[in-house]
């Protein structure tokens, strides 16, 4: 059953990642997964690391290896804002597995309730999840 398309933009601090008409949009928030359809109400909402997936129809989708950020739903159409995004095939899992590691270690040094501690158990999930999907795990 096909379903109305609408527009959707990544954008990442590095600028355009992707643009183009959907016909869903399934990530996650912090709050847990949501699939997004044209015409939803508006939403704004924070994103954890994840495969994001966009639907151009019901069989077809393009995978991006989601960090955290923002989701804005409005106006029939969504724009994602993220730390990164990258295709699975862009991922290298040799480097991601380096990155975990120092996130990791980060994570031991770093004081109790600090930034630093913080910063690096967020980069320590963002690691993961990119690890996981670079390895076809989504």
Do not use: C
Not at 63 to 91: D, M, S, T, W
């Amino acid at each position: 059953m096909a379903h109305e398309k609408f527009p959707v933009e990544i954008l990442s601090p590095e600028g355009a990642v992707w643009s183009g008409e959907v016909e869903l949009l399934s990530t996650r928030t912090t709050t847990g997964s949501i699939g997004i359809l044209a015409n939803h109400t508006p939403l704004l909402a924070m994103l954890d690391p994840t495969e994001l997936r966009l639907y151009e129809s019901e069989n077809d989708y393009i995978k991006f290896a989601q960090a955290e950020g923002y989701l804005q739903v409005g106006g029939n159409r969504a724009l994602i804002l993220v730390e990164q995004a990258h295709p699975p095939e862009e991922l290298d899992a040799g480097d991601l597995r380096e990155k975990l590691q120092r996130a990791e270690s980060e994570i031991e040094s770093a004081d109790e309730d600090s930034e630093q501690g913080r910063m690096a158990a967020r980069d320590k999930d963002r690691w993961e999840t990119f690890l996981r999907i670079a390895e076809g795990g989504g």
